[in-house]
């Protein structure tokens, strides 16, 4: 048997084969111990907490020590209670407990109750220490053998015991052939190498909860919609009160169903909807969107342009990634997606209005500037086209891209280069749940050859995948994924009313206080850092795989400093677990009532001021099936599972040191207290924002 080398001289995780523990390196561990007859022979009691009620397997458990290691031992698996006893006797002690083995064997009848959940192992020495181990992994055929370290966090430099740096590069072994990087499409991230849901391993798919509560959901809804609209027109709503008649369940937000066409609402939308990325402040117009001041006066109560763009009071909303596509055919009709440019003004009276609209980048007769002066039916249109972009431009680079494409480059470095042992693979485990399997049926159901996007969207699907992902990908900088500098960039400190930035900034701050003490607890230098190799390869991969070695990404390759893992780490849970939030949750708030959300048009815009009218609009708006499609999807994507883990709330005990618990137990106290502020908030509000409040906020991409 190869022996299994600790060292790390190029920084790189070696390939180990098993079995996980080399019998020669566990005895220059034990040449490091104590005499034996310093120990005594014992028994040790064993709690297994387990979801698995029975099972046909028999698990075996080794303990290892720095002595000697006990006889494989029979464990009792079958209970009723999550929680059951075991005894394991030793002629003598193993000394100190470094390990647990656990070994599944399986049964003559091997096709059914051959799978068993170990949650986690408390081992209760002789001398009455209890020591835990984190396990959260199912035992099968295809995986017969685990081993296990306590809860106690440790960096491999300053790991001594050859038994558990072998133990833990072994660890990674196994989860480097689990977990593998595969190309998607030119341009865009890495992402895990399983075609479906079943290709992943067991920890990381959907509990049972969450697997049936979605299945059931997604009919349900589709059911309900379709036999609502049973009455309506086969191709156009032809009123707002027939489209409110036939779709009532799931029910829209009633506020957002009465105030979507006014313009205050309109503005409203780009700080507090879900997208509200996009809009910045505007110094100076582009040269492809020429309004004068003789078409704004009227909107901006008596002042003048120059003067509210020199005074910080106009925005703009460019949708430029748009451009350039023909439109998707839906029912053998060609749909429209426009590229607008937005203008909007901040009024003395603390509102967000839009004055300026065009429709395409480019400027002509044919693309006239709209106005709120103009028709009823021709500013609606032009409003209704800008939110039809919006939901494109949210739903692929926001939503999709910023923050599930990312969150799975997340997860997948952790589980490569992070073994259990490491305190950042303990920090973040949380916030990796379920995100790979979402990520799956997103990529098979929505963005698939013949999922949603191809067939009820205006963009489809080749060019969403091939052209506006990589697109929207080009443009994206680490400072756009760090709230604080983003929302400087885009010029954004003062605007009134802007709850996204008030409550983000919040939880911004409450995070990197966690994550800053609790990775000062084990980072005490900087040279901690620059000798941890295991998170250089972490970052490395992220570097390359998640961000394409684009160095103009800003995105770091390497660490040498405290603070600037501090730093990355704080975005990452912010953007799994608050941006997600942000960009997730309120999608069947908005888009629930179709005409604020449209998900495709199917007329053009007027090329012509004066000639659109009551039927032009309802021509304009997608058809019955296609409204139907997307409401359902938009109310799955925002319906939380009945299992689901708030920002804070950890499920499973990973730190067993008292200084990390401790920042823990403070992180959760902050979070509730901001619980509260955003509540005392939200009581003065027509339309409370609580997208942000922690305790609807999930650890992770989940939905």
Same mark, same amino acid.
């Given at each position: 048997?190869?022996?299994?080398?600790?060292?790390?001289?190029?920084?790189?995780?070696?390939?180990?084969?098993?079995?996980?523990?080399?019998?020669?390196?566990?005895?220059?561990?034990?040449?490091?111990?104590?005499?034996?007859?310093?120990?005594?022979?014992?028994?040790?009691?064993?709690?297994?907490?387990?979801?698995?009620?029975?099972?046909?397997?028999?698990?075996?458990?080794?303990?290892?020590?720095?002595?000697?290691?006990?006889?494989?031992?029979?464990?009792?698996?079958?209970?009723?209670?999550?929680?059951?006893?075991?005894?394991?006797?030793?002629?003598?002690?193993?000394?100190?407990?470094?390990?647990? /083995?656990? /070994?599944?064997?399986?049964?003559?009848?091997?096709?059914?109750?051959?799978?068993?959940?170990?949650?986690?192992?408390?081992?209760?020495?002789?001398?009455?220490?209890?020591?835990?181990?984190?396990?959260?992994?199912?035992?099968?055929?295809?995986?017969?053998?685990?081993?296990?370290?306590? @809860?106690?966090?440790?960096?491999?430099?300053?790991?001594?015991?050859?038994? +558990?740096?072998?133990?833990?590069?072994?660890?990674?072994?196994?989860?480097?052939?689990?977990?593998?990087?595969?190309?998607?499409?030119?341009?865009?991230?890495?992402?895990?190498?399983?075609?479906?849901?079943?290709?992943?391993?067991?920890?990381?798919?959907?509990?049972?909860?969450?697997?049936?509560?979605?299945?059931?959901?997604?009919?349900?809804?589709?059911?309900?919609?379709?036999?609502?609209?049973?009455?309506?027109?086969?191709?156009?709503? /032809?009123?707002?009160?027939?489209?409110?008649?036939?779709?009532?369940?799931?029910?829209?937000?009633?506020?957002?169903?009465?105030?979507?066409?006014?313009?205050?609402?309109?503005?409203?939308?780009?700080?507090?909807?879900?997208?509200?990325?996009?809009?910045?402040?505007?110094?100076?117009?582009?040269?492809?969107?020429?309004?004068? @001041?003789?078409?704004?006066?009227?909107?901006?109560?008596?002042?003048?342009?120059?003067?509210?763009?020199?005074?910080?009071?106009?925005?703009?909303?460019?949708?430029?990634?748009?451009?350039?596509?023909?439109?998707?055919?839906?029912?053998?009709?060609?749909?429209?997606?426009?590229?607008?440019?937005?203008?909007?003004?901040?009024?003395?009276?603390?509102?967000?209005?839009?004055?300026?609209?065009?429709?395409?980048?480019?400027?002509?007769?044919?693309?006239?500037?709209?106005?709120?002066?103009?028709?009823?039916?021709?500013?609606?249109?032009?409003?209704?086209?800008?939110?039809?972009?919006?939901?494109?431009?949210?739903?692929?680079?926001?939503?999709?891209?910023?923050?599930?494409?990312?969150?799975?480059?997340?997860?997948?470095?952790?589980?490569?280069?992070?073994?259990?042992?490491?305190?950042?693979?303990?920090?973040?485990?949380?916030?990796?749940?379920?995100?790979?399997?979402?990520?799956?049926?997103?990529?098979?159901?929505?963005?698939?050859?013949?999922?949603?996007?191809?067939?009820?969207?205006?963009?489809?699907?080749?060019?969403?995948?091939?052209?506006?992902?990589?697109?929207?990908?080009?443009?994206?900088?680490?400072?756009?994924?760090? +709230?604080?500098?983003?929302?400087?960039?885009?010029?954004? /400190?003062?605007?009134?009313?802007?709850?996204?930035?008030?409550?983000?900034?919040?939880?911004? @701050?409450?995070?990197?206080?966690?994550?800053?003490?609790?990775?000062?607890?084990?980072?005490?230098?900087?040279?901690?850092?620059?000798?941890?190799?295991?998170?250089?390869?972490?970052?490395?991969?992220?570097?390359?795989?998640?961000?394409?070695?684009?160095?103009?990404?800003?995105?770091?390759?390497?660490?040498?400093?405290?603070?600037?893992?501090?730093?990355?780490?704080?975005?990452?849970?912010?953007?799994?677990?608050?941006?997600?939030?942000?960009?997730?949750?309120?999608?069947?708030?908005?888009?629930?009532?179709?005409?604020?959300?449209?998900?495709?048009?199917?007329?053009?815009?007027?090329?012509?001021?004066?000639?659109?009218?009551?039927?032009?609009?309802?021509?304009?708006?997608?058809?019955?099936?296609?409204?139907?499609?997307?409401?359902?999807?938009?109310?799955?994507?925002?319906?939380?599972?009945?299992?689901?883990?708030?920002?804070?709330?950890?499920?499973?005990?990973?730190?067993?040191?008292?200084?990390?618990?401790?920042?823990?137990?403070?992180?959760?106290?902050?979070?509730?207290?901001?619980?509260?502020?955003?509540?005392?908030?939200?009581?003065?509000?027509?339309?409370?924002?609580?997208?942000?409040?922690?305790?609807?906020?999930?650890?992770?991409?989940?939905?």
């Amino acid at each position: 048997m190869p022996l299994c080398n600790g060292a790390h001289k190029s920084g790189k995780t070696e390939q180990f084969p098993f079995p996980f523990l080399c019998s020669l390196s566990a005895e220059v561990s034990r040449s490091q111990a104590p005499a034996a007859s310093e120990l005594i022979m014992g028994e040790y009691t064993v709690e297994v907490h387990s979801t698995t009620k029975f099972t046909l397997q028999s698990i075996y458990i080794r303990l290892i020590g720095s002595t000697c290691d006990s006889k494989p031992q029979v464990l009792h698996t079958f209970s009723l209670s999550s929680v059951r006893t075991s005894k394991v006797s030793c002629t003598k002690s193993v000394g100190t407990l470094m390990l647990v /083995e656990l /070994e599944a064997k399986p049964s003559w009848f091997k096709y059914f109750f051959q799978d068993w959940f170990c949650a986690k192992l408390v081992v209760t020495t002789p001398e009455g220490e209890k020591i835990h181990f984190p396990c959260n992994q199912w035992l099968n055929s295809k995986k017969t053998v685990v081993s296990l370290s306590n @809860d106690k966090a440790m960096l491999i430099n300053k790991e001594t015991n050859i038994t +558990l740096l072998n133990q833990r590069q072994q660890e990674l072994a196994v989860r480097q052939q689990d977990f593998r990087w595969k190309k998607y499409q030119n341009g865009v991230p890495y992402i895990i190498d399983a075609e479906e849901t079943s290709d992943l391993p067991e920890e990381v798919r959907f509990s049972f909860t969450k697997d049936i509560e979605m299945k059931f959901n997604a009919v349900s809804v589709l059911v309900e919609l379709e036999l609502e609209s049973l009455g309506a027109c086969l191709d156009t709503w /032809e009123s707002l009160e027939e489209l409110h008649s036939r779709l009532q369940h799931p029910t829209p937000n009633e506020y957002i169903r009465q105030n979507w066409d006014s313009d205050e609402f309109f503005g409203y939308q780009f700080l507090n909807g879900p997208n509200p990325m996009l809009i910045k402040r505007c110094s100076e117009l582009p040269d492809n969107f020429p309004v004068t @001041d003789d078409m704004v006066k009227s909107s901006l109560g008596g002042s003048c342009l120059k003067r509210e763009l020199q005074e910080g009071n106009i925005f703009l909303c460019d949708y430029k990634t748009l451009s350039g596509f023909e439109g998707n055919m839906i029912n053998n009709k060609r749909q429209t997606l426009t590229a607008p440019l937005c203008l909007l003004y901040s009024t003395p009276e603390k509102k967000l209005i839009p004055i300026a609209i065009q429709l395409y980048q480019e400027h002509n007769k044919e693309n006239p500037i709209f106005l709120p002066s103009d028709s009823k039916w021709d500013w609606l249109l032009a409003k209704t086209f800008v939110r039809s972009a919006g939901f494109h431009e949210h739903e692929l680079n926001v939503h999709l891209l910023r923050t599930h494409l990312l969150a799975e480059v997340f997860s997948l470095a952790t589980m490569r280069n992070l073994p259990s042992a490491h305190p950042l693979f303990k920090l973040l485990m949380p916030h990796t749940r379920y995100t790979f399997q979402i990520n799956i049926m997103a990529r098979n159901l929505l963005i698939s050859e013949d999922g949603i996007f191809k067939k009820y969207t205006a963009i489809g699907c080749d060019d969403a995948v091939h052209t506006f992902l990589p697109n929207s990908f080009s443009t994206l900088t680490y400072s756009s994924l760090c +709230l604080p500098e983003n929302i400087k960039e885009r010029g954004l /400190e003062k605007i009134p009313n802007y709850y996204y930035r008030d409550d983000g900034l919040k939880l911004w @701050d409450i995070i990197h206080k966690f994550v800053n003490g609790l990775l000062t607890c084990y980072y005490k230098t900087d040279d901690d850092v620059k000798e941890d190799p295991e998170l250089q390869n972490w970052i490395s991969e992220i570097f390359e795989y998640g961000f394409l070695k684009n160095e103009s990404t800003r995105i770091p390759c390497s660490f040498s400093k405290v603070e600037e893992v501090i730093k990355f780490v704080t975005m990452v849970i912010f953007t799994v677990s608050a941006q997600h939030a942000a960009v997730n949750n309120g999608q069947f708030d908005f888009g629930g009532w179709m005409p604020n959300l449209p998900t495709s048009l199917r007329l053009p815009p007027p090329k012509t001021k004066g000639e659109s009218t009551e039927k032009t609009f309802f021509q304009t708006l997608p058809d019955v099936t296609t409204t139907i499609h997307g409401l359902a999807v938009l109310y799955l994507l925002s319906k939380k599972a009945s299992d689901h883990s708030a920002l804070g709330v950890y499920t499973e005990d990973l730190f067993g040191d008292a200084e990390a618990c401790q920042h823990v137990s403070e992180f959760q106290e902050d979070l509730r207290k901001r619980d509260q502020e955003v509540n005392i908030r939200n009581r003065d509000l027509q339309l409370p924002y609580d997208y942000l409040k922690p305790e609807k906020v999930d650890n992770s991409v989940s939905l």
